[in-house]
Nanobody, 120 residues
Framework: QVQLVESGGGLVQPGGSLRLSCAASGSIFTINNMAWHRQAPGKERELVATITRGGSTYYADSVKGRFALSRDNAKNTVYLQMNSLKPEDTAVYYC??????????????WGQGTQVTVSS
């Protein structure tokens, strides 16, 4: 089993910044892709950004140029630096990891979510 602990959410004014972290622990063998999703009230969960084990990234158009994703493979941790935040970025942010066991079994794990609120 893999456990994910997210941190870094909070209340920030428009134009401000926040940095989210997601640390994986437990019976970890290989973590491939790591990603952040978000879900705003009344909306479906959407992909924000994803990063491969090698560091290649993908960003949703809505956050491109404002958010930056990075990871520390030694710490099994992924970071989401969010700059120039807008009220429409308000949502619960969820971390997701793609884990493969030594036997080759793949599992997707989600964090509990962290609230990000952008408001003046």
């Amino acid at each position: 089993q893999v456990q994910l602990v997210e941190s870094g959410g909070g209340l920030v004014q428009p134009g401000g910044s926040l940095r989210l972290s997601c640390a994986a622990s437990g019976s970890i063998f290989t973590i491939n892709n790591m990603a952040w999703h978000r879900q705003a009230p009344g909306k479906e969960r959407e992909l924000v950004a994803t990063i491969t084990r090698g560091g290649s990234t993908y960003y949703a158009d809505s956050v491109k140029g404002r958010f930056a994703l990075s990871r520390d493979n030694a710490k099994n941790t992924v970071y989401l630096q969010m700059n120039s935040l807008k009220p429409e970025d308000t949502a619960v942010y969820y971390c997701k990891v793609d884990h493969v066991t030594g036997a080759g079994y793949r599992g997707l794990y989600w964090g509990q979510g962290t609230q990000v609120t952008v408001s003046s």
